[in-house]
T-cell receptor, first 108, second 115 residues
Framework: GQNIDQPTEMTATEGAIVQINCTYQTSGFNGLFWYQQHAGEAPTFLSYNVLDGLEEKGRFSSFLSRSKGYSYLLLKELQMKDSASYLCAVNDDYKLSFGAGTTVTVRA | IAGITQAPTSQILAAGRRMTLRCTQDMRHNAMYWYRQDLGLGLRLIHYSNTAGTTGKGEVPDGYSVSRANTDDFPLTLASAVPSQTSVYFC??????????????FGPGTRLTVL
């Protein structure tokens, strides 16, 4: 089975940093994805980790620890347009299992 | 067409009616997926297809069926809709199923309400 946990909501101020944690217990592991989903829209790909460590992509970074079953997504220099849901997804047996998502609200 | 399209955008359906949600991709991806998204539950996989002619069951397949007659199209059918099938349905595709890096591309979604 799959168990993927992430916080339901987070609020931060424009220009600040927010870290979204994701813990997982899955029967298989072939990598971890983060997706961004604006309200009423489709999810879009943000990042992928398959080895331990940090992957940096502009203002967004994602970290993975396979031994701990843990990942985080770091959003730096927050902008109003970053207000969205962030979905953690584990590639389990080559199919994605998603967490329920974390809604981030950026305030001025 | 660029990417994945879904139709209809939204639909209100009476319980017991049959409904087919359409999904078409033009990226020549081998793998396609159907998810439903419900508040607090996230995206749950209904059915998937590894390649044309093959399909498989996901986490929540009951009440749904799919077919994959060709590479581009992957329709989802509700044979007899029930109110618990009220949800937002997303179709997605990826280059291949059996890849670690199987980034999935999502369609715009279909909002279905069953009364």
């Amino acid at each position: 089975g799959q168990n993927i946990d992430q916080p339901t909501e987070m609020t931060a101020t424009e220009g600040a940093i927010v870290q979204i944690n994701c813990t997982y217990q899955t029967s298989g592991f072939n990598g971890l994805f983060w997706y961004q989903q604006h309200a009423g829209e489709a999810p879009t790909f943000l990042s992928y980790n398959v080895l331990d460590g940090l992957e940096e992509k502009g203002r967004f970074s994602s970290f993975l620890s396979r031994s701990k079953g843990y990942s985080y997504l770091l959003l730096k220099e927050l902008q109003m347009k970053d207000s969205a849901s962030y979905l953690c997804a584990v590639n389990d047996d080559y199919k994605l299992s998603f967490g329920a998502g974390t809604t981030v609200t950026v305030r001025a | 067409i660029a990417g994945i399209t879904q139709a209809p955008t939204s639909q209100i359906l009476a319980a017991g009616r049959r409904m087919t949600l359409r999904c078409t991709q033009d990226m020549r991806h081998n793998a396609m997926y159907w998810y439903r998204q419900d508040l607090g539950l996230g995206l749950r996989l209904i059915h998937y297809s590894n390649t044309a002619g093959t399909t498989g069951k996901g986490e929540v397949p009951d009440g749904y069926s799919v077919s994959r007659a060709n590479t581009d199209d992957f329709p989802l059918t509700l044979a007899s809709a029930v109110p618990s099938q009220t949800s937002v349905y997303f179709c997605a595709s990826s280059l291949r199923l059996a890849d670690s890096y199987n980034e999935q591309f999502f369609g715009p979604g279909t909002r279905l309400t069953v009364l």
